[in-house]
């Protein structure tokens, strides 16, 4: 456990790093990295939703010797919980998302990337070294630009895709629209920042090197696809999150077989956004490698189940041919405990990394992550669990409205 010196005694826990964080970001960036969508009801359940559960402890274990690891993409993750895909962390700290996988390979817990990440995915592999790293992808509606990204991914060394799949369309995030919010112009997606900022026809890069000026350029506007009749008019201009990421013509017999044709041996694919015993069994007929329990951190359909309500149907669905990975709402590593013990194979977080960032940089996701993991490996000996494998629901009890408990 941890001593009194390696205390950040300004941030003891999650809710103090939020807090920090709150007043470190910009208005912009705090509402796009915080909001959910239209009422923010399924964005506050995902937290909210763990307190249904009440942990029932056993005692006289002999929990001297603690083990908190478990194997993930063929790594020894420290604890079972990564950090997950969001987009754009250059808006919170300088260090982005090269700090986040720095933070990530120092406590050895595995990283997934966004797509819209501000750093590109050679420079996060790089950062990363051995510790495994995962693509989330957004499939989209011209192939070839999703295409090029698994190849770079494969040549990078990335362990899976994490193809999402709950944005048919994007959810309506009120704040996003009211602060009309865009990437500041000193930052860019690097993935695809040549698509971004092309250059003017005929000019070539040897130009610049001969000193030879260039005219200031314009980013070229972008336009979403939209459905014209009969006719389907896909996305134009730059790759931009808002025009491009969501994609209302995926569907299971097309794009998952073209998509592990890609992507397999090299990396496996995953479904991030799997909230249904139904679509559960499905991914498993369809051969994927494993799925995401997800609602998009609360900012796609409002009104959805949080992913720990989720969590059980699916783990039964899928009767462990399958892993089944959380994330949404884990604020404690008793969150993480709660979630194993109902069936979750690893959980992913995801805004605190982006708190950690905005308060330390890399330092501060480091804490974030010393924070949930001290937590996680109390919670372990405290309930009487020594090994991963032993956290079940025979651990957990379920509190109803009225305050009533009940068996799992």
């Not at 986040?100 to 420079?123: I, N, P």
């Not at 506007?221 to 730059?238: E, I």
């Not at 679509?279 to 189940?305: F, T």
């Not at 330390?360 to 804490?367: D, F, H, S």
């Amino acid at each position: 456990m941890a001593g009194q010196g390696e205390h950040d005694l300004n941030c003891l826990t999650i809710e103090e790093l939020e807090n920090h964080a709150h007043g470190m970001m910009d208005k912009q960036t705090r509402d796009y990295y915080n909001e959910g969508s239209d009422s923010n009801s399924t964005l506050r359940e995902n937290t909210t939703a763990y307190n249904k559960y009440r942990i029932r402890p056993r005692v006289l274990r002999d929990v001297s010797k603690v083990d908190s690891t478990m194997d993930v993409f063929g790594h020894k993750n420290n604890i079972p919980m990564g950090v997950a895909p969001t987009a754009m962390q250059a808006l919170a700290h300088s260090d982005g998302e090269l700090g986040t996988a720095r933070a990530c390979k120092k406590a050895k817990v595995a990283m997934g990337l966004s797509s819209f990440s501000t750093k590109t995915l050679e420079e996060v592999a790089e950062a990363s070294g051995d510790n495994p790293h995962v693509l989330q992808l957004y499939l989209f509606e011209e192939r070839e630009h999703s295409r090029k990204l698994i190849q770079r991914a494969k040549k990078a060394g990335f362990k899976a895709v994490f193809l999402t799949v709950d944005t048919p369309f994007l959810g309506r995030r009120n704040g996003e629209i009211r602060n009309q919010f865009k990437l500041p112009p000193h930052l860019k997606v690097g993935n695809f920042a040549e698509d971004q900022i092309p250059m003017p026809e005929g000019e070539n890069r040897s130009s610049e090197a001969q000193g030879k000026s260039r005219p200031k350029l314009e980013r070229k506007q972008s336009q979403a696809g939209y459905q014209d009749g009969d006719k389907r008019v896909l996305p134009q201009g730059p790759i931009t999150f808002h025009t491009h990421a969501a994609n209302p013509t995926l569907s299971w017999e097309r794009d998952i077989e073209w998509l592990k044709q890609e992507c397999l041996p090299e990396m496996e694919v995953w479904l991030k956004g799997i909230a249904t015993a139904e679509d559960a069994l499905l991914a498993v007929h369809h051969g994927v490698s494993g799925i995401v329990v997800s609602n998009h951190g609360g900012r796609q359909l409002n009104g959805a189940l949080a992913t720990i309500d989720a969590l059980p149907e699916v783990v039964e669905a899928v009767q462990g041919k399958i892993p089944v990975h959380v994330d949404g709402g884990i604020r404690h590593g008793t969150d993480v405990f709660k979630a194993l013990a109902l069936g979750a194979d690893f959980c992913w977080v995801g805004r605190p990394a982006l708190w950690g960032l905005a308060y330390k940089g890399q330092a501060g996701v480091e804490l974030m992550l010393k924070l949930l993991s001290d937590e996680f490996k109390l919670c372990m000996s405290l309930a009487g669990t020594v090994k991963v494998e032993d956290i079940s629901k025979e651990y957990l009890v379920k509190m109803d409205n009225s305050g009533f408990v009940s068996r799992l």
